[in-house]
């Protein structure tokens, strides 16, 4: 029933900055945990971020200080805030919702399409 739709990438240039978007129809965002994940070329999925149902979040170290999730329940919607994008950031970035409400666990209930960010100069 939970559907996730991912908006926000783009193509810019290093140093720039985006906001993804992860929105929620057909049920409320209010009791899951939400994490955000990229997959860039030739390489694994990782998580880089997770918020959970009392707003405690987490960062991949590799991004710390240069992203920042966010959420807001009134609007059924996460974010992640981007800043000082490197080349090696270019991902599919999705977003995914986890019943386990506190974490991102081992298990995603439902995933969003993605949305692509390239970073070049």
């Known amino acids: 029933q939970l559907q996730l739709v991912e908006s926000g990438g783009g193509l810019v240039q290093p140093g720039e900055s985006l906001r993804l978007s992860c929105a929620a129809s057909?049920?409320?965002?209010?009791?899951?945990?939400i994490g955000w994940f990229r997959q860039a070329p030739g390489k694994e999925r990782e998580e880089i971020s997770c918020?959970?149902?009392?707003?405690?979040?987490s960062v991949k170290n590799s991004v710390e200080g240069r992203f920042t999730i966010s959420r807001d329940n009134a609007k059924n919607t996460v974010y992640l805030q981007m800043n000082s994008l490197k080349p090696e950031d270019t991902a599919i970035y999705s977003c995914?919702?986890?019943?386990?409400?506190?974490?991102?666990?081992?298990?995603?209930?439902?995933w969003g399409q993605g949305t692509r960010v390239t970073v070049s100069s």
């Open positions: 057909g049920g409320t965002l209010d009791y899951y945990a």
């Open positions: 918020i959970g149902m009392t707003g405690i979040s």
């Open positions: 995914a919702a986890f019943s386990t409400p506190f974490i991102c666990s081992d298990h995603a209930d439902h």
